[in-house]
């Protein structure tokens, strides 16, 4: 069979399997259109959930393996990180056929049993889909670059370079996310080509009509196979300013150019990130995703931005965007101060159109939940981030292992750096490694997370001991336990399910309280300690039209205590508490 008359082939049996899978979900709650609301999403690296087969890498029949453990979790939602083939540089956002399964990961039937039968427990599957760039390695790139004349040229960024002292120079100042300049040569052709982010990562002309087309088919061919949405890849990086004249330096107090980790002098991203054309494109996606059958297929962004109106605007004029751009504003403030945490989360709430927000605190790119960790209190920091993202009003997004507290676990030796700007940048950037570790499912051989004796592709961190999913599910104040508790409470109080949100005690500098009141009108009051010392917070709610001033408490952190009324609820280090008001 010649590829054409495959990929025909596989497109129809894929067409067969999804109506036969329609047909079989009718009555699922998944076809709630609103399913993606309120949800938990759960972000896995497929190569370090589970290994199945022995190679010392996660695959897809691991994570079938798993998903009963995902289901009691209480998650609605799977991302995917890219399994697609690749030459694995930026291990799987380098892809070398958007169609198919790198074969360490497993097989297209093996996809279609993990939707299948996630779809019986009621989670969706969600893939990451990378528009800004393939692989150097797919088959587009490889005719691009093969000559000036090939009908794919235009697929990519290639631009003449600046000659300086009759050498070819690139044509402007503008630097790859991963370090250095981001245009390379190509001697053969005499041109450079831009890529954002790694060498290996040349970036798509997003002008070209059928860089779009090739795109949008590769959408519909996921929704046929019946995920339940796409996870948008540097998603605002898809079109660069067309006159290609160079960035301004971004500048230190001392009025010279910052120098990055990676030896380079900083430039602003002006002409590369966010460029209105980019809300075409999202209107286009979506109605790819809207058009292609009747069922709700959601489109998340990978959306680091400069302002909460930005943000706004991912949503589209008339919601005809994305359904959840990722709000990295309040995920990545890095530091526990109650007033920004306040502010960014009030934004959320009062500046978006009361559309959706997606928190989200950790993910494959930055350090764990524990770059918020304090000596004496370890993983208290943990239990108030993960309060911060079950209790607001969001669709809350968390990363596998942070149910365990699982930490940061960066290599200590260059040599064994796997993330490549781990090596560019050493060892100042040790690369992403340290949030890339197996998970931790047991204390026994590899944390069982390969069959026993394997040599894992990471190394298994020395904290697989005490955090592990075994251990910790018989422990009553394990993280594990705290996770399990705010995800329940979140999907059986009408409060803390969909209820709307407003800031308390909004001048108090230690402790972060908010309200959530429902439309039956049950109102409950959350209140995060984000300091060491003990706290005692008051709440008058009267200029919330709130009368009661008793409370009942739904869950509070180990230790804490049950107040006897709305005036002095208090709070241990780090503590939480959550109270329905009556
Ligand atoms: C964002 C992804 O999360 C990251 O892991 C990847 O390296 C870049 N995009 C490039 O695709």
């Known amino acids: 069979m010649n590829a054409a008359a495959r990929r025909l082939s596989s497109l129809l049996l894929a067409f067969i399997f999804s109506t036969s899978l329609f047909a079989q979900s009718a009555t699922s709650p998944r076809e709630n259109p609103d ?55 930026d291990f799987g956002y380098d892809i070398s056929d958007y169609t198919a399964i790198d074969p360490q990961y497993g097989t297209m039937a093996d996809f279609d049993r993990l939707v299948t039968e996630a779809r019986k427990r009621n989670i969706g599957i969600i893939m990451d889909l990378v528009l800004n760039h393939t692989s150097d390695q797919h088959p587009w790139f490889l005719e691009s670059h093969s000559s000036r004349n090939n009908p794919k040229r235009d697929w990519y960024m290639w631009h003449d370079p600046k000659m300086v002292d009759g050498k070819p120079e690139p044509p402007n100042n503008w630097l790859s996310v991963f370090g250095h300049s981001a245009w390379q040569w190509d001697a053969k052709t005499g041109q450079y080509y831009y890529h954002r982010f790694y060498i290996q990562q040349p970036d798509l002309n997003w002008s070209n009509p059928a860089v779009r087309k090739a795109m949008y088919d590769v959408e519909r061919f996921w929704i046929q196979h019946g995920v339940a949405g796409f996870r948008l890849d540097a998603i ?3 079109f660069e300013d067309p006159t290609f004249t160079d960035e301004n330096y971004v500048l230190g107090p001392d009025g010279k150019p910052l120098i990055n980790v990676y030896g380079d002098k900083q430039v602003d991203t002006l002409k590369t990130d966010n460029l209105p054309e980019v809300h075409d494109v999202l209107r286009e996606l979506r109605q790819v995703a809207d058009q292609t059958h009747g069922r709700k297929v959601i489109l998340i962004g990978e959306t680091y931005l400069r302002s909460i109106d930005d943000l706004r605007k991912m949503y589209g004029p008339h919601n005809d965007e994305l ?17 920004t945490f306040r502010e960014r989360i009030n934004q959320a709430e009062t500046e978006i159109n009361g559309d959706e927000p997606l928190f989200v605190f950790d993910n494959h790119d930055n350090f764990r939940w524990d770059r918020y960790d304090h000596d004496a209190h370890h993983e208290d920091a943990g239990r108030v981030i993960a309060a911060v993202l079950s209790a607001s009003r969001d669709t809350a997004m968390m ?25 560019t940048g050493w060892p100042k950037e040790k690369g992403r490694d340290g949030e890339r570790t197996p998970m931790q499912w047991s204390d026994g051989p590899d944390a069982g997370f390969s069959p026993s004796g394997v040599k894992t592709w990471l190394p298994i961190p020395p904290s697989y001991e005490q955090n592990n999913v075994a251990a910790e599910e018989h422990e009553p104040d394990s993280m594990l336990r705290w996770y399990e508790q705010l995800i ?6 009408p409060a803390l399910h969909a209820g709307a949100e407003t800031m308390l005690n909004t001048i108090d500098e230690n402790v972060l309280s908010w309200l959530r009141e429902a439309d039956n009108g049950e109102v409950v009051v959350v209140a995060c300690n984000f300091t060491d010392q003990p706290q005692t917070v008051s ?44």
């Open 488 to 493: 329940a409470l979140r999907k059986q109080d």
């Open 399 to 423: 990363y596998y292992g942070d149910e365990i507290g699982m930490v940061t676990t960066p290599p200590t030796r260059k040599d064994d750096v796997k993330d490549p700007i781990g090596i």
């Open 236 to 238: 605002t990086s898809l």
């Open 539 to 582: 709440f008058d709610l009267s200029a919330q039209g709130v009368r009661g001033t008793g409370v009942k408490t739904l869950l509070k952190t180990p230790g804490g205590t049950d107040p006897a009324s709305l005036r002095s609820v208090q709070l241990g280090p780090f503590g939480v508490y959550i109270g329905r008001v009556e």
């Open 35 to 89: 399913w993606w609301k309120n949800a938990v999403i759960y972000e896995i690296y497929p190569r370090s959930f589970q290994d199945s087969n022995g190679d010392g890498i996660g695959d897809l029949n691991g994570i079938t393996s798993r998903l009963d453990y995902l289901q009691a979790l209480g998650i609605d939602a799977i991302w995917l990180t890219p399994i697609y083939p690749s030459p694995q540089v």
């Open 323 to 339: 359904d959840l751009p990722m709000d990295m504003q309040v995920g990545f403030i890095n530091r526990f101060d109650v007033n």
